[in-house]
């Protein structure tokens, strides 16, 4: 590049950059999106005052989830540094979530993403677009850095994951599908019009917000408390977005490594992980005969559809229990409840609705119009989630040649807990 | 080059035993605070403090004995700062509380890291490495994964036999739900062929809306003081400026105030009043009100009705269809109307559709519901506003559905719902709803133009407005176009006659009362009812012939509606039905 320095030129982008995002940002702040409603009773709105992390410009927030996610790929691929992803995590934890409050976050904008193509086609933000992308093309090229330390979700937890045991790898396993269950539940609710269920059961963003409901509260606490020893649950056991980094990680071109060099096998790192994410080397001999593993690999695949179908026609006549998912099934199943005398007293939401223009009959017509939607949607869960098993099973029963200890690319959340018990140097080689 | 590899796992006793130290006292501190915040948690969850039993009790007292008055609204007023002092207190102890056990566990957490970090111990690995388990712990793996996809098919079977929803199906819905769930239709509605539908007055204006009655039989003779082919009188509950419709014996009105919106059903052979079903809200529940000009009310739209149902919509947005028994199949809200003189265009119904002009100053539209389940078989945007009805010229394989605002007459498809064509013919508030005779549309509105349009022969032609007239014009009635002459009844009191092929006018007669209603064709009369109640009764010729001008017994805005023998007109405060007994 002649005339124009490279500092200059990424000055220039910088700058670019920064204009980019904060022209919308400065009128997002001046005007309402949608204008205020006007009361024929001559109410006068009040002024608002938005908190401060309300103003933070998206350009910020998108620049700082690029800085924290560049600055973990290097502390975990070059400087091999579990000290540093500390330290990233920690500022992550300050800025994404108490100081944001948890919002925007790369887990909830699945949502948004998901409400933009089958949902309500709000329009999808480019903040939030780019909050939900980025992390998964850095997962395609260095793995789930951003679970390591730029997540504030995953950075409460690991700093909670004080006295971490291993769970079994069976136990560890079959628990790691409930995350497959949530993604499904997600995307149905979304589809369905149930709202966006990840933010509703966020059970961390009331510690992040210092308030919230004591339900949620109290599963939180829970899962902190007992992340102390099983580290990380959420992040392994229920993250929908963990799910899309899991099948992105899969394919990272430079995914962190336990030894900076050659393993020695000298089973040190056996036992660091304690999201059973290192793969030992494989046992030279196998431990039945080939064409019995052949056997079960053909049975499990012919089975395949038929289980799929299974699943999908359980999740289809199941729709009732889904549909009350839905507010206003919800709503008109309490209010009809009220009706019939079963339940005693009324709730917020009947009065709120006694008070409104909408009949009792359309409302349990509108609740069984929502209902039948769940058929299909009920349907389509069920498919996925037999799906999500069929190919868990085939990745078991698929025999595999490691011969180092490895990284599991789809479950290694970079944490860096391993590199301190590598005892190969950097470069040399030498043990 | 290489880096030394610091040793990671060093220990140093002093931080270890500081470090100790502080977990042992903020860990049981943080568990002490939550616990206190989960038990005020509860009691604060339980308080109602503004309905405290003690409050509730002077309340009653107090309504009991006013005599006492200032004594007990002193104590209520204390007690009731009090319950609100406490609450907030405990509101704010659980915020300082929680901040509180959030620090303790954070420093628990830091002090329990820093510990364990110093007396970290270097690995050591077992014995017998991980070869012996590998295989072993994939196939628990599998064994594991397959038993909780089995739990979770068994979970969701038990949960689909035993899970229902407790809601109770509306009747349209029961039956949407047996179609779907057996495959065979219930008792559908019937679609009457368009035969069918001409012998009965269906909507405002009869017929296709166009002001042409399909017998000729009506009576020419009558007398409401002395009771002369008076069949029956009855008062009207609710007032409304809706016209009657009739359905083989049922004769439909309905009528609306600021409290109630109800529809009205009357044995069309003694004039009892059969059933009254209210729309929307239950009467006396405050709905949000539109503004309404006194002329317009919150029940101007005329019902539709066709075979076992009638619909009905409101000045409020509330519409609603109910079988012929007054029992509500759906209802639909369709938002207050942003219309500065009221809502005013009537329904309208074609084959299974029920046709609703619902233009407004924004987000107009026009709507086509299936009659049978209310759900929307297409919509479209309308950018102008009208006071007008809409209208079906044709035969029933080329049916055009017109309709005019405050610019056009816009013809649609009204099975798709496409726009077919459309011109611009018109200008200010419009009221008067478009006419058809002679192959043609015939638009009219006061200070704008009465215009005769034909339709293009071909779907890709072009409509031509064929003659334009400017003289006296009406704001309310709605043209009245025959095959022979078109006529014109205005607000002034004038009734214009005009040749439909150049738009010359043969005649005009200038009556003494405004005509508000429309002018209907029976045979080759006219008939046409003034605002006092007048009926005149017209030939359909080229010069003006009165055949009589008879009372309907008090004033009248509402056109009235003619079958076999008989006439259904709607006065200010009652139905009458003249006739042959």
């Known amino acids: 590049m002649r005339g124009i320095t490279r500092r200059t030129f990424l000055f220039l982008c910088l700058v670019l950059w920064a204009a980019f995002f904060s022209i919308p940002a400065l009128a997002a702040q001046t005007e309402f999106r949608f204008p205020r409603p006007e009361f024929s009773s001559g109410y006068q709105h009040k002024a608002i005052h938005l908190p401060p992390a309300a103003l933070t410009p998206p350009w910020l927030d998108v620049s700082l989830l690029i800085l924290f996610l560049g600055a973990t790929t290097w502390a975990v691929l070059r400087r091999r540094s579990r000290n540093w992803v500390l330290v990233l995590s920690l500022a992550s934890l300050v800025y994404f979530g108490f100081y944001r409050q948890g919002c925007v976050c ?4 699945v949502q948004n993403v998901l409400n933009a193509f089958i949902g309500t086609g709000e329009v999808l933000t480019l903040t939030v677009a780019l909050f939900f992308l980025i992390p998964l093309v850095t997962a395609l090229y260095f793995g789930r850095v951003f679970c390591a330390s730029v997540c504030p979700l995953g950075a409460a937890q690991e700093f909670c994951a004080v006295r971490p045991v291993q769970v079994p790898h069976a136990v560890d396993t079959a628990l790691g599908m409930l995350a497959y269950a949530y993604l499904g539940i997600t995307v149905l609710g979304i589809w369905t019009g149930c709202g966006f269920l990840i933010c509703r059961y966020d059970p961390f963003v009331g510690f992040f917000r210092q308030g919230g409901s004591f339900n949620m509260l109290l599963a939180g606490g829970i899962l902190l408390a007992s992340g102390i020893f099983i580290a990380r649950p959420y992040c392994r056991y ?9 099948w992105a990680s899969i394919f990272a071109r430079r995914h962190a490594s336990i030894t900076p060099a050659e393993c020695i096998q000298c089973r040190l790192c056996e036992n660091a992980c304690p999201y059973n994410a290192i793969i030992p080397p494989a046992p030279e001999q196998e431990p039945e005969p080939r064409s019995v593993g052949m056997r079960r690999l053909a049975w499990l695949l012919a089975a395949a559809p038929v289980l799929i179908l299974v699943s999908a026609t359980i999740g289809w006549t199941v729709h009732p229990l889904l549909s009350r998912l839905h507010p206003t099934v919800r709503l008109a199943e309490r209010i009809a409840a009220e009706e019939a005398g079963t339940v005693a007293g009324t709730t917020i939401e009947t009065d709120a609705f006694r008070e409104g223009d909408q009949t009792v009959p359309s409302l349990y017509a509108e609740a069984h119009t929502i209902n039948r939607r769940f058929k299909p949607a009920g349907a389509a869960l069920g498919a996925f989630l037999g799906l999500a098993l069929c190919a868990r099973l085939y990745r078991l029963s698929v025999l595999r040649h490691e011969h180092d200890y490895t990284a599991d690319k789809g479950a290694c959340l970079s944490c860096a807990r391993c590199f301190k018990y590598c005892p190969v140097e950097e470069n040399n080689g030498q043990a | 080059m290489a880096r030394r590899k610091r040793n990671p ?7 270890v035993r500081a470090a100790s130290a502080i977990a042992v006292v903020s860990g049981p501190l943080c568990l002490l605070i939550s616990t206190l915040l989960i038990l005020n948690y509860w009691q604060v969850s339980t308080l109602d403090p503004l309905n405290l039993p003690e409050l509730i009790q002077m309340r009653e007292q107090l309504a009991a004995s006013p005599e006492s008055a200032e004594a007990t609204i002193e104590t209520i007023r204390a007690m009731d700062l009090l319950a609100r002092a406490t609450f907030f207190t405990s509101q704010r102890m659980l915020r300082t509380g929680g901040l509180i056990a959030l620090i303790a566990a954070l420093v628990f957490l830091a002090a329990l890291r820093l510990a364990l970090h110093y007396t970290a111990r270097p690995p050591e690995p077992a014995a017998v490495g991980p070869a012996p388990r590998y295989w072993l712990e994939r196939g628990r793996a599998r064994e594991l994964v397959v038993f909780m996809g089995g739990l979770w098919l068994l979970a969701a079977l038990v949960a689909a036999v035993f899970t229902r929803l407790d809601i109770p199906i509306p009747a349209t819905e029961e039956a949407a739900v047996a179609v779907q769930e057996t495959g065979t239709a219930p008792a559908a509605l019937v679609t009457p062929d368009w035969d069918t539908v001409q012998r009965q007055w269906p909507n405002f204006r009869g017929p296709g809306g166009l002001g042409k009655a399909y017998y000729t039989t009506a009576p020419v003779q009558w007398d409401v003081a002395t009771g002369e082919s008076i069949l029956w009188k009855t008062e009207v509950p609710v007032q409304g400026f809706n016209s009657p419709v009739v359905w083989e014996d049922r004769v439909y009105l309905s009528g609306a105030d600021k409290e109630t919106r109800e529809v009205f059903c009357f044995n069309a052979a003694t004039g009892e ?20 000009n006194e002329d317009t009310g919150y029940a101007a739209p005329s019902v539709a009705a066709q075979g076992d149902v009638v619909c009905a919509l409101f000045g409020t947005g509330h519409l609603a269809c109910l079988n012929k028994d007054g029992v509500l199949r759906w209802e639909k809200f369709l938002g207050v109307p942003d219309n500065h ?11 299974r559709l029920l046709l609703v002009q619902y233009d407004q100053r924004k987000n107009g539209a026009l709507y086509a519901f299936d009659l049978d389940t209310g759900a929307e078989a297409w919509k479209q945007e309308r950018k102008h506003i009208s006071w007008a009805s809409p209208v079906l010229a044709g035969t029933p394989d080329s049916m055009m559905l017109a309709l005019v605002s405050t610019k056009n007459l816009d013809v649609y498809d009204p099975r798709a719902g496409t726009p077919l064509w459309s011109v611009e013919c018109l200008s200010g508030e419009v009221g008067p709803s478009p006419g058809y005779g002679a192959g043609m549309f015939f638009t009219a509105n006061d200070y704008a133009d009465g215009s005769a349009i034909r339709p293009p022969k071909e779907a890709s032609g072009e409509p031509e407005i064929v003659w334009q007239f400017y003289d006296s014009l009406p704001d309310i009635s709605s043209p009245l176009a025959t095959d022979t002459f078109f006529y014109l009844l205005t607000s002034r009191g004038e009734i214009i006659c005009l040749r439909p092929e150049n738009g010359e006018v043969a005649w005009v007669h200038e009556h003494e009362n405004a005509f508000f209603a429309s002018a209907i ?7 046409a009812v003034d605002k006092e109640g007048t009926v005149l009764i017209i030939k359909n010729s080229d010069t003006y012939e009165e055949l009589a001008a008879l009372s309907l017994g008090e004033g009248a805005v509402a056109t009235p509606a003619f079958l076999d023998k008989r006439i259904y007109a709607r006065t200010m405060n009652t139905l009458v039905c003249i006739g042959e007994t």
């Open chain 2, 9 to 15: 796992f060093k220990t140093n006793a002093y931080i």
């Open chain 2, 273 to 292: 009043l059969l059933w009254r079903t209210q729309v929307g809200p239950p009467a006396g529940v405050p709905v949000e009100l539109p503004k309404v």
């Open chain 2, 341 to 351: 003189y009221g809502h005013g265009s009537s329904l309208i119904i074609f084959e």
């Open chain 1, 106 to 109: 790369s887990v909830g904008s």
């Open chain 1, 238 to 246: 229920l993250c929908p977005y963990g799910v899309l980094l899991r």
């Open chain 2, 521 to 527: 064709l029976v045979g080759d009369r006219i008939y």
